[in-house]
C-alpha cells in the first residue's frame, strides 16, 4: 500500500491557483475511482492537500484533475504548483501540518481542526480506511504534543490580538475593566469588538460624529460619549483605544497627568492606532501609563513569531521521534517476519517507504 | 533550567516539590525542637532552617490562592539558597550550655521570622511586577512574560503579603516586650526602623501617594533592610548568649 500527499500551499501557489483545485463534494469518490483505496481531501484557505492510500501508483496529474474545480481546466499547467510526498515524507508532511509548523502563521491552532474536520468528514463518507485512520490519529497526537511540549502556539501574532492579550497581560480579567474608544474607525470597532468578545462589558466610545459613536456603541453594546466630556472619561477608565484623525496629539504627559493623580493604583493602558499619533509619545514615561502605538503592537506580533520560530527545532524533534514510530509500527504490521527484528535501522529507511 | 530555555511550565510540579521539601523542613525543626526542647532558634543554622520554612508556608499559603503558580519558580531557589547557606557554612554551634525555655522570646522569635517569610515572598512577587512591568513600558516582551501573572494580580497579591508581614512583624516587635530582659537598644531601633519603613510603604499604598511600581522597588528595599537587621540580631544573639 502506498502513502502519499499530492496538494498545494501558500508555499507553492497563489490564492486563484488554490482557488481553482479547492475540491468540491465529488472529489472523495472521484478520487476513489481514479485508484486511490483510501483518500481525505484537505481544504483550507492556505492548502489543498489530498492524502491517499492505494495499492497501485496514481499519477499527480490525475490528482490535480480530481481536484480541479472545472472538469475541462488544463490540469497540467498547473503542475508545478503541486507538491508530493511519498511514504515517510508524506507521514512527517502532515505531522509538521498538523502542528502548524507548515502553516503561514508558524504555530496557528486552526488548522489541527481543519484537518480533525477534514478526517471526519472522510470517515463518514467512507473515503479514509485504516490506514488513514491510523496516520490521522496519530498526527492529533503528534499535534497536541507539539503544543503542550512546546511555546510554538504561544504570544499574539495580529495587532488586534497583541491589542486584548496585552490587556489581559496587565488588567487579568478583562470583565471589570471600563474601555472608552476614541475615533469610531473601522480598527478601533475592530479592537473594541475583540475585547468585548474577551469580557469586556463597560465600553464607552466617543467620535467628534456623535451619529458614528452611537451606531459603534449600539454594535459592540456600550454606550456614547460626547466628543467634549472624553477626558473626563479617563479619570474611570483602564484602557483606552484611540483612533482620530486630530493633526495634533491629543494627549500629553501635561493633560494627562492631572487625571492620573486620582488613579495611581490603577494602570491605563493607551492604545494608539491612529497616524499620526492621536498620543504623545512620553506619556509612556509615566507612571502607571503602557502606550502601544500602531508600531509598537506590530513589533510585538513579530517578537510573538520569533519566539515560536525559536520553538520549530523542538517541534521538529518530536516530530522525527514520532516519524520514526510510525513508520516502524506501520512496517512491521505490514511485514509480519520484521516483528522479531530489533528496530529498522536508518539504511532500511527506503525499503520502510516502499513498503508503505 | 526551564528559566534558562525559556520554557516555563508553572503546572503543580513546583507547588508538590515546595510542599514535600516543607513536610522534611517539618519534621527537621520537630526533631531539633524536641532535642533542645524550645522552639529551634537557638543559632544561625536553625534560624535559616526556620526562614525557608517560613517562606515555604507562605508560599503554600498565598501560591494557589492568587494563581501565582510562577511564583514557585522564584521561590524554591530563595529557599535552596537558604537551605544551602544553612547546611554549607559552619553556622551550626551549639550552646555550651543547655538554653532554658523561654515563651515569650521563642514566641517573638519565631512570628518575626514567620513575618520575613511573608516580607520575602512580597519581595519576590515585587521583582516578579518590575520585570513585567519593565517588559510592558520597553515593548520588549520576552517568553517569560507570557507566564508571569497580570500586573494587576501581583499587586494585589504584594499588597496582602506586606499586610500579613506587617502585621506578624508587629506582633513580633510587641512581644519581645516581653520577653523578661532588656534587648540590645540597637536592635530595636534597628526593628523599629524595620517596622517604619514597612509601615510607610502601607501608608503611601493605601492613601494612593506611591504608584504600584515605587511600593514594589520599596518592598525589595525593605526585605534587604529586615535581612540585614536579622543578620545583625542573629549574630549579636551569638555573642550574647539567652539567658
Given at each position: 500500500?502506498?502513502?502519499?500527499?499530492?496538494?498545494?500551499?501558500?508555499?507553492?501557489?497563489?490564492?486563484?491557483?488554490?482557488?481553482?483545485?479547492?475540491?468540491?463534494?465529488?472529489?472523495?469518490?472521484?478520487?476513489?475511482?481514479?485508484?486511490?483505496?483510501?483518500?481525505?481531501?484537505?481544504?483550507?484557505?492556505?492548502?489543498?492537500?489530498?492524502?491517499?492510500?492505494?495499492?497501485?501508483?496514481?499519477?499527480?496529474?490525475?490528482?490535480?484533475?480530481?481536484?480541479?474545480?472545472?472538469?475541462?481546466?488544463?490540469?497540467?499547467?498547473?503542475?508545478?504548483?503541486?507538491?508530493?510526498?511519498?511514504?515517510?515524507?508524506?507521514?512527517?508532511?502532515?505531522?509538521?501540518?498538523?502542528?502548524?509548523?507548515?502553516?503561514?502563521?508558524?504555530?496557528?491552532?486552526?488548522?489541527?481542526?481543519?484537518?480533525?474536520?477534514?478526517?471526519?468528514?472522510?470517515?463518514?463518507?467512507?473515503?479514509?480506511?485504516?490506514?488513514?485512520?491510523?496516520?490521522?490519529?496519530?498526527?492529533?497526537?503528534?499535534?497536541?504534543?507539539?503544543?503542550?511540549?512546546?511555546?510554538?502556539?504561544?504570544?499574539?501574532?495580529?495587532?488586534?490580538?497583541?491589542?486584548?492579550?496585552?490587556?489581559?497581560?496587565?488588567?487579568?480579567?478583562?470583565?471589570?475593566?471600563?474601555?472608552?474608544?476614541?475615533?469610531?474607525?473601522?480598527?478601533?470597532?475592530?479592537?473594541?469588538?475583540?475585547?468585548?468578545?474577551?469580557?469586556?462589558?463597560?465600553?464607552?466610545?466617543?467620535?467628534?460624529?456623535?451619529?458614528?459613536?452611537?451606531?459603534?456603541?449600539?454594535?459592540?453594546?456600550?454606550?456614547?460619549?460626547?466628543?467634549?466630556?472624553?477626558?473626563?472619561?479617563?479619570?474611570?477608565?483602564?484602557?483606552?483605544?484611540?483612533?482620530?484623525?486630530?493633526?495634533?496629539?491629543?494627549?500629553?504627559?501635561?493633560?494627562?497627568?492631572?487625571?492620573?493623580?486620582?488613579?495611581?493604583?490603577?494602570?491605563?493602558?493607551?492604545?494608539?492606532?491612529?497616524?499620526?499619533?492621536?498620543?504623545?509619545?512620553?506619556?509612556?514615561?509615566?507612571?502607571?501609563?503602557?502606550?502601544?502605538?500602531?508600531?509598537?503592537?506590530?513589533?510585538?506580533?513579530?517578537?510573538?513569531?520569533?519566539?515560536?520560530?525559536?520553538?520549530?527545532?523542538?517541534?521538529?524533534?518530536?516530530?522525527?521521534?514520532?516519524?520514526?514510530?510510525?513508520?516502524?509500527?506501520?512496517?512491521?504490521?505490514?511485514?509480519?517476519?520484521?516483528?522479531?527484528?530489533?528496530?529498522?535501522?536508518?539504511?532500511?529507511?527506503?525499503?520502510?517507504?516502499?513498503?508503505? | 533550567m526551564a528559566l534558562?530555555?525559556?520554557?516555563f511550565r508553572p503546572g503543580q510540579f513546583s507547588f508538590l516539590a515546595i510542599g514535600l521539601g516543607f513536610i522534611f523542613q517539618t519534621a527537621f525543626l520537630s526533631i531539633r525542637g524536641?532535642?533542645l526542647?524550645r522552639c529551634p532558634l537557638t543559632n544561625l543554622f536553625e534560624v535559616f532552617i526556620f526562614l525557608a520554612w517560613s517562606v515555604a508556608l507562605i508560599y503554600m499559603l498565598v501560591g494557589p490562592a492568587y494563581r501565582l503558580s510562577l511564583m514557585g519558580a522564584f521561590t524554591a531557589p530563595l529557599v535552596v539558597l537558604l537551605q544551602g547557606l544553612a547546611l554549607i557554612a559552619?553556622i551550626d554551634?551549639?550552646?555550651?550550655?543547655?538554653?532554658?525555655?523561654?515563651?515569650?522570646l521563642e514566641f517573638h522569635a519565631s512570628i518575626s521570622l514567620v513575618s520575613y517569610g511573608a516580607f520575602a515572598l512580597a519581595c519576590i512577587a515585587a521583582m516578579m511586577y518590575l520585570v513585567q512591568?519593565?517588559?510592558?513600558?520597553?515593548?520588549?516582551?520576552?517568553?517569560i512574560?507570557?507566564h508571569l501573572p497580570?500586573?494587576?494580580d501581583l499587586f494585589a497579591a504584594i499588597t496582602r503579603l506586606l499586610w500579613w508581614g506587617f502585621a506578624l512583624y508587629t506582633i513580633g516587635l510587641?512581644s519581645g516586650?516581653?520577653?523578661?530582659?532588656?534587648?540590645?537598644?540597637?536592635?530595636?531601633?534597628c526593628a523599629?526602623?524595620v517596622w517604619?519603613l514597612y509601615g510607610?510603604i502601607l501608608?503611601?499604598r493605601?492613601?494612593?501617594?506611591?504608584?504600584?511600581?515605587?511600593v514594589a522597588a520599596l518592598c525589595i528595599i525593605g526585605f534587604s533592610a529586615a535581612l540585614t537587621l536579622l543578620w545583625g540580631i542573629t549574630f549579636?544573639a551569638q555573642?550574647?548568649?539567652?539567658?
Amino acid at each position: 500500500m502506498n502513502l502519499f500527499c499530492v496538494g498545494l500551499s501558500h508555499h507553492t501557489a497563489n490564492v486563484e491557483t488554490r482557488e481553482s483545485f479547492a475540491g468540491h463534494a465529488e472529489s472523495d469518490c472521484i478520487l476513489r475511482r481514479a485508484g486511490c483505496a483510501e483518500a481525505l481531501v484537505l481544504t483550507t484557505c492556505n492548502r489543498v492537500e489530498v492524502y491517499g492510500a492505494s495499492e497501485k501508483w496514481v499519477s499527480t496529474d490525475e490528482i490535480a484533475r480530481c481536484l480541479a474545480r472545472e472538469i475541462e481546466k488544463d490540469a497540467h499547467r498547473y503542475a508545478p504548483a503541486f507538491y508530493r510526498y511519498e511514504g515517510e515524507k508524506c507521514v512527517q508532511h502532515l505531522f509538521r501540518v498538523a502542528s502548524g509548523l507548515d502553516s503561514m502563521v508558524v504555530g496557528e491552532t486552526e488548522i489541527l481542526g481543519q484537518a480533525k474536520k477534514a478526517y471526519e468528514s472522510a470517515r463518514a463518507s467512507g473515503a479514509a480506511g485504516p490506514c488513514l485512520h491510523r496516520l490521522f490519529q496519530r498526527a492529533f497526537r503528534v499535534a497536541k504534543q507539539v503544543r503542550t511540549h512546546t511555546e510554538i502556539t504561544r504570544g499574539p501574532v495580529s495587532v488586534g490580538s497583541v491589542a486584548v492579550d496585552l490587556a489581559q497581560r496587565i488588567f487579568g480579567q478583562l470583565s471589570k475593566c471600563k474601555v472608552l474608544v476614541l475615533g469610531a474607525g473601522e480598527t478601533s470597532e475592530r479592537t473594541a469588538r475583540a475585547l468585548v468578545s474577551r469580557g469586556v462589558t463597560d465600553l464607552r466610545v466617543s467620535n467628534r460624529s456623535s451619529d458614528r459613536a452611537g451606531e459603534l456603541a449600539r454594535l459592540v453594546s456600550g454606550q456614547a460619549v460626547p466628543f467634549d466630556d472624553w477626558r473626563e472619561e479617563c479619570r474611570e477608565i483602564d484602557i483606552l483605544i484611540t483612533s482620530t484623525s486630530s493633526e495634533a496629539p491629543l494627549l500629553t504627559p501635561a493633560n494627562l497627568a492631572p487625571m492620573l493623580c486620582e488613579r495611581i493604583d490603577r494602570p491605563l493602558f493607551i492604545i494608539d492606532i491612529a497616524v499620526p499619533r492621536d498620543v504623545d509619545p512620553n506619556v509612556n514615561e509615566m507612571d502607571g501609563v503602557y502606550l502601544y502605538d500602531i508600531d509598537s503592537l506590530q513589533s510585538v506580533a513579530e517578537q510573538s513569531l520569533a519566539l515560536r520560530r525559536q520553538q520549530i527545532a523542538a517541534a521538529e524533534a518530536i516530530i522525527a521521534e514520532h516519524v520514526a514510530d510510525f513508520v516502524t509500527s506501520i512496517s512491521r504490521r505490514l511485514n509480519p517476519v520484521s516483528r522479531t527484528a530489533e528496530r529498522p535501522s536508518v539504511a532500511d529507511s527506503s525499503l520502510r517507504t516502499s513498503e508503505l | 533550567m526551564a528559566l534558562r530555555a525559556g520554557i516555563f511550565r508553572p503546572g503543580q510540579f513546583s507547588f508538590l516539590a515546595i510542599g514535600l521539601g516543607f513536610i522534611f523542613q517539618t519534621a527537621f525543626l520537630s526533631i531539633r525542637g524536641h532535642a533542645l526542647g524550645r522552639c529551634p532558634l537557638t543559632n544561625l543554622f536553625e534560624v535559616f532552617i526556620f526562614l525557608a520554612w517560613s517562606v515555604a508556608l507562605i508560599y503554600m499559603l498565598v501560591g494557589p490562592a492568587y494563581r501565582l503558580s510562577l511564583m514557585g519558580a522564584f521561590t524554591a531557589p530563595l529557599v535552596v539558597l537558604l537551605q544551602g547557606l544553612a547546611l554549607i557554612a559552619p553556622i551550626d554551634i551549639r550552646h555550651p550550655v543547655k538554653l532554658p525555655a523561654n515563651p515569650w522570646l521563642e514566641f517573638h522569635a519565631s512570628i518575626s521570622l514567620v513575618s520575613y517569610g511573608a516580607f520575602a515572598l512580597a519581595c519576590i512577587a515585587a521583582m516578579m511586577y518590575l520585570v513585567q512591568e519593565r517588559q510592558l513600558k520597553t515593548h520588549q516582551l520576552h517568553s517569560i512574560f507570557y507566564h508571569l501573572p497580570p500586573l494587576t494580580d501581583l499587586f494585589a497579591a504584594i499588597t496582602r503579603l506586606l499586610w500579613w508581614g506587617f502585621a506578624l512583624y508587629t506582633i513580633g516587635l510587641v512581644s519581645g516586650f516581653f520577653v523578661g530582659r532588656p534587648l540590645p537598644y540597637v536592635q530595636v531601633v534597628c526593628a523599629f526602623g524595620v517596622w517604619l519603613l514597612y509601615g510607610a510603604i502601607l501608608q503611601g499604598r493605601h492613601f494612593r501617594r506611591l504608584a504600584p511600581k515605587h511600593v514594589a522597588a520599596l518592598c525589595i528595599i525593605g526585605f534587604s533592610a529586615a535581612l540585614t537587621l536579622l543578620w545583625g540580631i542573629t549574630f549579636t544573639a551569638q555573642a550574647q548568649p539567652l539567658p
